[in-house]
């Protein structure tokens, strides 16, 4: 995967599980983990309570979570203006 931001290729690895939350027993959730196979940044952990089955599913989170922080960040920045 390339990191446009540090103009690098990364190698990463994602792995999901269904998890309970002891005060919302009636919500399923899914833990979605993204690490860096290379060991250079943390993993990520996305909780969400979109139903994630596949590796597909999976993918689409962690996307949609990369792109959702960049428009959070230009919110963040146009505030600043």
């Known amino acids: 995967m390339l990191d446009s931001q540090r103009k690098i290729l990364k190698s990463i ?14 919500i399923n959730l899914s833990l979605v983990i993204v690490r860096d196979t290379k060991n250079y940044q943390s993993p990520l952990y996305l909780l969400t309570s979109l139903p994630v089955e596949s590796a ?10 990369m792109h959702r922080w960049n428009i959070e960040q230009a919110f963040r920045f146009a505030k600043l203006s």
Not at 13 to 25: D, G, R
Not at 56 to 65: F, G, L, M, R
């Open 13 to 26: 690895s994602i792995a999901w599980t269904q998890v309970q939350h002891p005060s919302f027993e009636d």
């Open 56 to 65: 597909k599913d999976a993918w689409e989170i962690c996307h949609s979570y």
